[in-house]
């Protein structure tokens, strides 16, 4: 299974559980991101990728008119229900519904990932305004973390985490050096509430039911040797990219 077909299949599946188990932004991260990228009342956003909406709705709280892209049309239902009065609109990273340069601010969270880095890039550039910013967020649980590092054992977590995404942004020549900020924080979860976010990872919902319910099991197991509840150790990965005026830079003559 290629990584767009998890990304297909684990997130047509369950994305009710998906809006109620992962978690939200922080204020912290939120303050930096919107003061970092110029967001506030006005602000032309897209959110692209927007799955349910996570931080479409507390950009829209801060005055931001957004709009939201998603490529999957489950995930575009549930966004429709809970974050009401946001257009949201088909469309993927390598291919946005957007004019050129219609945009002050391209918001992606938990999905840069998934996309094809190069083709993105021009994309998001195209969409913004000369001057705009690309400013990307993740939820990554901190595999620093003891108890993380066993329950990402018991899930076979199979992804690189904490992945630094300045080189893929940096080598498209379309914005300005990227800027990284880092925010460490925990997450108090019962065990229950714990085993529902990680049946929402995209290769475990994407599991046929019998190893599915196999791996979760296993998980359990590593999750009720902990206190319930129990903190989850967190990292929030920030990454803010301004547009160059030009699409690249040119050469200095001679």
Not at 55 to 77: D, H, K, W
Not at 179 to 201: C, I
Not at 213 to 233: I, Y
Request: glycine letters at 6%.
């Amino acid at each position: 299974m290629t990584t767009n077909d998890l990304g297909t299949r684990g997130f047509a599946r369950g994305t009710d559980r998906y809006e109620r188990a992962r978690p939200s932004y922080r204020q912290d991260v939120l303050d930096h991101l919107c003061a970092a990228a110029g967001i506030g009342p006005g602000t032309r956003v897209l959110d692209l990728a927007a799955g349910t909406g996570k931080l479409t709705r507390p950009l829209v709280e801060r005055g931001a008119e957004v709009v939201a892209v998603e490529p999957s049309a489950a995930m575009r239902e549930t966004f429709a229900r809970v974050t009401p009065g946001v257009p949201v609109y088909d469309g993927t990273a390598e291919r946005i519904p957007a004019p050129e340069g219609s945009y002050d601010v391209v918001t992606v969270a938990q999905a840069f990932h998934w996309f094809d880095p190069a083709t993105a890039l021009r994309e998001i550039a195209r969409v913004l305004r000369p001057g705009g910013v690309l400013a990307m967020v993740w939820n990554e649980r901190d595999q620093d973390d003891e108890f993380v590092e066993r329950m990402h054992l018991a899930a076979e977590w199979p992804f690189r985490i904490f992945r630094d995404y300045r080189p893929d942004v940096d080598a498209s020549g379309l914005f300005a050096p990227t800027e990284r900020r880092v925010f460490r924080w925990r997450d108090t979860l019962t065990h229950d509430r714990v085993l529902e976010r990680v049946s929402t990872f995209s290769y475990i919902a994407a599991m046929d039911e019998a190893p599915r319910a196999e791996l979760l099991s296993r998980v359990r197991s590593a999750v009720t040797e902990q206190p319930d509840p129990v903190d989850l150790a967190y990292v929030t990965d920030t990454y803010i990219a301004r547009k160059h005026d030009r699409a690249r830079p040119e050469p200095a003559a001679g």
